[in-house]
């Protein structure tokens, strides 16, 4: 069964640096997520993305995030300048429709968790 | 906003008993789709059931089924015959094309 893959598994870095999360979703869906999980909390959505532009972001997702799809395969989160609590595991999910009448499940990836020393 | 309340924060369960997690949730649609999601210890999201709010028949599969009350705004999972490896946190979940999750509750399974 074709799967949602991210790399790396877990990234440890600097405060202040740049960190970017790989994920290559399902290759015939069209609709891209981020989602964030600081320990020990739910899930929370960052950001969709679909036909090459965000389609809705939530408050956490500020200046300092940015996604690209930069070559048709891989689905990119970009942290400008980490902070201390930017450490969480950050999922990457996709799927084939994105419209609300849909019972397409969102697949995840297993997840990269980022640690901010 | 939609939101996902999931009120037991941890439950145990016996091995081979039959345990209810609750999840309720608001929202202002009529149309829309809920999911459970199990995270075991590492990390991933595994779908495990899903329901769409049109249809009044409750989803299963296999030893996972839900009772749906659409009026009530009330989507709870069962598992039946509860075995060592269900051992993780759920997680209740509306869409609205992003997924909006409840906080999760964690199982336990006793041997």
Redesign the interface.
Known sequence: EPEVTQTPSHQVTQMGQEVILRCVPISNHLYFYWYRQILGQKVEFLVSFYNNEISEKSEIFDDQFSVERPDGSNFTLKIRSTKLEDSAMYFCASSEVGALYSNQPQHFGDGTRLSIL | AQTVTQSQPEMSVQEAETVTLSCTYDTS?S???L?W?KQPP??????VI?Q?AYKQQNATENRFSVNFQKAAKSFSLKISDSQLGDAAMY?CAY??????????TRLHILP
């Not at chain 2, 869409?95 to 999760?104: N, Q, S, T």
Request: proline share 0%; no cysteine; hydrophobic share 30%.
């Open positions: 649609e149309d829309y789709y999911f999601y590492s990390r991933q999201m595994i779908l899903r769409e997680f869409r609205d094309d992003k997924i909006i999750f409840g906080k999760g």
